[in-house]
């Protein structure tokens, strides 16, 4: 994964976790039929060159209707 500000290389799977909360950031989407609920955990990527963050999910397929 790129860093979108200045292009060095990023380093993935790095947790999250809100103060305050043990849960951290979900994603999640109603859908229609019996199983009508996907969810996903939010990872961050780092830039370690200029400190850019960017949040990702390894789900994400499961978001397309």
């Known amino acids: 994964m790129k860093c979108n500000q200045c292009q060095n290389e990023m380093i993935k799977d790095c947790n999250i976790k809100v103060e ?7 994603i999640s989407k109603k859908r229609k039929g019996l199983f ?20 990702y999910i390894n789900e994400y397929k499961e978001f397309s209707e």
């Open 20 to 26: 305050g909360d043990l849960a951290g950031i979900k």
């Open 36 to 55: 009508n609920k996907v969810s996903a955990k939010t990872k961050a990527a780092v830039c370690s060159n200029c400190g850019y963050v960017a949040f």
